[in-house]
Each structure stands twice: as structure tokens, then as C-alpha cells.
């Protein structure tokens, strides 16, 4: 039987015209036609990984907004708070959306529910309230791949139920009952979260804190609150004490300012709100303070 070469038989004949090199040559082509090329190993994930919150922190997609985590400190806060990827949100009042850019690709991505309860609109609503809740819808409702399905609620002093009874995981109030104090809805508030909420279900508080020996303005003009008027209007509602956090503390700031917590930043204030801005006023020492003292405080609904 003659021998075979990566299956060509070699007969005698065969063998006596092919040279050395031609073997050697024939070899190698066939060789080459049998080599598998050895693909390059893909690139290393960089950053962490996709749908964990600190992806949701770091995302490019908060670039204008991320400034702000050295005072809001968000990773820490929504893990105080208990913040699960499956978890059923609801945001009262959640203005331009600066929470709403971690919340939303957090929960979208990890099978869970977020419930924005804006400002309520109609006949004889706020226009710059119709106005912001209008700009909040047009930004999220642009990238649904990255957001999710934002649902859309409402609160306000005639409002009605923000999300079915007994179905909300969490409930944030972050940096409003102040406004709400205002517009005499405060009560309200814990009482339409109560509701929202499962037993077991946690209501998640920052606000801006007044000091404990100073005297509470029923509608909290200056925009700080006491942290035992806080506890007092959750305990009415029904709501357990769980714990205190100092994460977002700032001792620097002294809560005198000429136009309230406004004259801190974001706000940024220089002149009364409504008025003009002031470009004589000195913005020095209150950027210096930074943003507000604030406690972060977590409730529980009760089994």
C-alpha cells in the first residue's frame, strides 16, 4: 500500500517525482490549510460591572451631575437605605431627576420598578412646577434602553393614591419636606407613602436639618427641619424608627443664611427667591460651607 501524505497516497511512481523539497513544500501547504488562526482574547471589562449601583453612580450618562456626589454621597445613602436591584421605588417629588439618573438604569436593569411621584399638575398648578415636571419627562423619556420604563405618579394636596396600596419596596423623600411643610401637605406625605409601601417596606428621609435647640417654623420657610419633627410626623403615620445616618452631616454649615438653605449650593441664591440675582453679594463663605447640613433617616412600615 503506498503512504499517504494528509491525504494524498503516494504511489512509487509518485514518490520517485517528487524531490525532497517538493515534499517538504507540500507539507507545509497542507499545513497551512489546517491552521486555526488564535483569536485575540477580548479586552478586560473596565469599570464595574453593568447593573450594579456603582455602575449607576459612575455612569458617563451623569457627567453635568456628578459633582454633586462629594456632597450627596448616593452610593452611601441608597445603601443605607437598602436599596435592592428588584426593588419597587417611589421618588416624591424628584424635581429635575438628579436621583432619577441612578435610580432608573439601576432598577431597569435589574428587573425592579421605579415610580417617579412628581409635582401635581392642573387647573391652578404651579407654572414653573408644570414646567419642570414637563422637562423631566421630555429628558427621561428619550433613552429607554437606559432608563427603563419611568412610571409616572403624582403627589400634591388633592392627589390621589401615588402607586397602588401595599406595592412600593422603598420610598424616598429627598430634600422636600420643607416644601411640603409650605404648602401644609407634609402630613399627607407619610401618609400617602404609608400607604404605598408593603409591610416591611422602608421610607428613606434627607432633609435639610435645623439644630435641635432651635425653634421649628411651622412651615419651615428657611428651609430646615428638626430631625425629632421628622421623627414625630413619621411615628404619627405609623412608621418605625430604624436608624440615623451622619453621611450627608456638614458642621460647617452655621443655617443663618440671608435667604435660607437657598443660599447654599445648588441654589446659589444672592437676592430673595423671585427677585433678581444681586451681583454685589458676596458668595464667598457660603460656597466655602458647601451644601447643607442634612440628616438621612430610614423608617420601616411595620410587619
Given at each position: 500500500?503506498?503512504?499517504?501524505?494528509?491525504?494524498?497516497?503516494?504511489?512509487?511512481?509518485?514518490?520517485?517525482?517528487?524531490?525532497?523539497?517538493?515534499?517538504?513544500?507540500?507539507?507545509?501547504?497542507?499545513g497551512c490549510g489546517r491552521r486555526e488562526?488564535?483569536?485575540?482574547?477580548?479586552p478586560e471589562p473596565t469599570g464595574p460591572p453593568k447593573g450594579s449601583l456603582e455602575w449607576a453612580v459612575q455612569g458617563p450618562w451623569r457627567a453635568q451631575d456628578r459633582d454633586r456626589d462629594l456632597w450627596r454621597h448616593p452610593m452611601e445613602t441608597l445603601r443605607f437605605?437598602?436599596?435592592?436591584?428588584?426593588?419597587?421605588?417611589?421618588?416624591?417629588?424628584?424635581?429635575?431627576?438628579?436621583?432619577?439618573?441612578?435610580?432608573?438604569?439601576?432598577l431597569a436593569e435589574g428587573g425592579g420598578k421605579y415610580i417617579a411621584a412628581g409635582f401635581q399638575t392642573g387647573p391652578g398648578a404651579d407654572p414653573a412646577q408644570v414646567a419642570l415636571m414637563a422637562a423631566f419627562q421630555e429628558r427621561f423619556a428619550n433613552d429607554r434602553t437606559l432608563y427603563g420604563e419611568i412610571e409616572l405618579s403624582a403627589f400634591g394636596p388633592t392627589s390621589g393614591p401615588v402607586a397602588p396600596a401595599?406595592?412600593?419596596?422603598?420610598?424616598?423623600?429627598?430634600?422636600?419636606?420643607h416644601a411640603w411643610m409650605a404648602a401644609g401637605i407634609a402630613e399627607k406625605a407619610f401618609a400617602d407613602a404609608w400607604a404605598a409601601l408593603r409591610p416591611g417596606g422602608v421610607l428613606g428621609v434627607e432633609q435639610h436639618r435645623l439644630g435641635p435647640d432651635e425653634d421649628q417654623d411651622p412651615?419651615?420657610?428657611?428651609?430646615?427641619?428638626?430631625?425629632?419633627?421628622?421623627?414625630?410626623?413619621a411615628a404619627e403615620a405609623g412608621f418605625a424608627f430604624v436608624a440615623a445616618s451622619e453621611i450627608n452631616a456638614n458642621e460647617r454649615d452655621t443655617k443663618?443664611?440671608?435667604?435660607?438653605?437657598?443660599t447654599l449650593?445648588?441654589?446659589?441664591?444672592?437676592?430673595?427667591?423671585?427677585s433678581p440675582p444681586d451681583p454685589t453679594f458676596d458668595r464667598t463663605k457660603y460656597d466655602e460651607i458647601g451644601e447643607s447640613d442634612r440628616m438621612t433617616l430610614r423608617f420601616r412600615k411595620p410587619e
Open positions: 500500500m503506498g503512504e499517504k501524505l494528509d491525504g494524498w497516497r503516494l504511489t512509487p511512481s509518485r514518490r520517485r517525482v517528487l524531490s525532497g523539497s517538493a515534499v517538504a513544500a507540500l507539507v507545509a501547504l497542507t488562526e488564535t483569536a485575540e482574547p477580548p437605605f437598602g436599596l435592592q436591584p428588584r426593588m419597587t421605588v417611589i421618588d416624591f417629588w424628584p424635581g429635575s431627576g438628579w436621583y432619577t439618573e441612578i435610580l432608573a438604569p439601576y401595599g406595592t412600593a419596596d422603598l420610598v424616598l423623600f429627598m430634600r422636600n419636606i412651615a419651615a420657610a428657611n428651609g430646615y427641619v428638626q430631625e425629632a419633627f421628622v421623627r414625630q410626623l443663618d443664611h440671608p435667604f435660607g438653605v437657598d449650593p445648588p441654589m446659589r441664591l444672592t437676592a430673595p427667591r423671585g
